[in-house]
C-alpha cells in the first residue's frame, strides 16, 4: 500500500504529447520504464476497484483509461468524452 501512495508520474515525466483519446508520456531518462508501468497500472486497478472519488488530480483514476506501453514511451488513453480531462490531469505532473 504504501507504494501504491505515491504517483507513479512525479519526477518521472520528462514531457507529454497529445495522442488521438490522450498522451504519450516521455519519461525521464534513467527511469525504469517497467517500475513506472507497473506502479501506473496498480493505481489503475485500485480506482477500478475502490472508486475513483476524491481523487480529481490523478489522471490514473479518470474514467475509461487504458495504458499501453511502447518501448519507453506510455501511451495513456480513455474515451474521447474524458480527453480533455486526462490530458490536463497528466500535464499538471510536468511541474512535479
Same mark, same amino acid.
Given at each position: 500500500?504504501? /507504494?501504491? /501512495?505515491?504517483?507513479? =508520474?512525479?519526477? &518521472?515525466? *520528462?514531457?507529454?504529447?497529445?495522442? +488521438?483519446?490522450?498522451? %504519450? ?7 525504469? @520504464? !517497467?517500475? @513506472? *508501468?507497473?506502479?501506473? +497500472?496498480?493505481? $489503475?486497478?485500485?480506482?477500478? @476497484? +475502490?472508486?475513483?472519488?476524491?481523487? !480529481? #488530480?490523478?489522471?490514473?483514476? @479518470? !474514467?475509461?483509461? &487504458? =495504458? +499501453?506501453? !511502447?518501448?519507453? #514511451?506510455?501511451?495513456?488513453? #480513455? ?5 480533455? %480531462?486526462?490530458?490536463?490531469? #497528466?500535464?499538471?505532473?510536468?511541474? $512535479?
Amino acid at each position: 500500500k504504501a /507504494t501504491r /501512495t505515491r504517483c507513479p =508520474l512525479m519526477g &518521472t515525466v *520528462a514531457a507529454v504529447n497529445d495522442v +488521438e483519446n490522450g498522451v %504519450e508520456v516521455q519519461l525521464v531518462d534513467g527511469v525504469n @520504464v !517497467d517500475a @513506472v *508501468a507497473a506502479h501506473v +497500472e496498480c493505481h $489503475h486497478a485500485f480506482a477500478r @476497484v +475502490e472508486g475513483r472519488k476524491g481523487m !480529481d #488530480t490523478c489522471p490514473m483514476y @479518470v !474514467d475509461g483509461f &487504458t =495504458l +499501453e506501453r !511502447d518501448g519507453d #514511451t506510455l501511451r495513456m488513453t #480513455t474515451s474521447p468524452d474524458q480527453t480533455d %480531462e486526462l490530458r490536463k490531469r #497528466t500535464k499538471a505532473h510536468l511541474n $512535479h
